[in-house]
T-cell receptor, first 114, second 109 residues
């Protein structure tokens, strides 16, 4: 059983919709991440939060808006998306210790933008 | 930018050995990770190397040469359940992991 959960698992939305992806980690970690995974492409880091503060923002379009209300929860708010935003969105968390700081991934949300 | 290369696909027979190579050129280096990802599932951690040499963990081993910007993941005694995508990732700072596109391994009976 994974310590990182994501909802919904699948989402279909139109370009004018507003939706939110939710991630929750039950591992007591301090850092949380959003990644985008498109077919045959590397995982792309979108956002990083450490202790509820955003520490990394990789030139992501403003139609993606993250929110981290506490160290256990992470949201990705979506609005006016484009068809090319269709992808698997993965959330991850890590303990933020020195050394082997493994990231633990959630199952992902499969997003289709029509 | 970061550049992490690994082969797209590999096929091997059950019981055999497969070696997945990964070369990287990154602005910094703070460890290299290998993840396994089955279709439709989350990536799961396999191994971590930060010093040169071989790390062995059961049927899986990972090697790192920092001077060559090179790593490999060795899968021994292949099983059908090992059919998956294997992701090489380099941590180049405190948080950021840069990933390769993944190597799809198909194990045949």
């Amino acid at each position: 059983e994974t310590g990182v959960t994501q909802t919904p698992r699948h989402l279909v939305m139109g370009m004018t919709n507003k939706k939110s992806l939710k991630c929750e980690q039950h591992l007591g970690h301090n850092a949380m991440y959003w990644y985008k995974q498109s077919a045959k492409k590397p995982l792309e880091l979108m956002f990083v939060y450490s202790l509820e503060e955003r520490v990394e923002n990789n030139s992501v379009p403003s139609r993606f808006s993250p929110e981290c209300p506490n160290s256990s929860h992470l949201f990705l708010h979506l609005h006016t998306l484009q068809p090319e935003d269709s992808a698997l969105y993965l959330c991850a968390s890590s303990p933020q210790r020195q050394g082997q700081e493994t990231q633990y991934f959630g199952p992902g949300t499969r997003l289709l933008v029509l | 930018g970061q550049n992490i290369d690994q082969p797209t696909e590999m096929t091997a027979t059950e019981g055999a050995i497969v070696q997945i190579n990964c070369t990287y050129q990154t602005s910094g280096f703070n460890g290299l990770f290998w993840y396994q990802q089955h279709a439709g599932e989350a990536p799961t951690f396999l191994s971590y190397n930060v010093l040169d040499g071989l790390e062995e963990k059961g049927r899986f081993s990972s090697f790192l040469s920092r001077s060559k910007g090179y790593s490999y993941l060795l899968l021994k005694e292949l099983q059908m359940k090992d059919s998956a995508s294997y992701l090489c990732a380099v941590r180049d700072g405190d948080y950021k992991l840069s990933f390769g596109a993944g190597t799809t391994v198909t194990v045949r009976a």
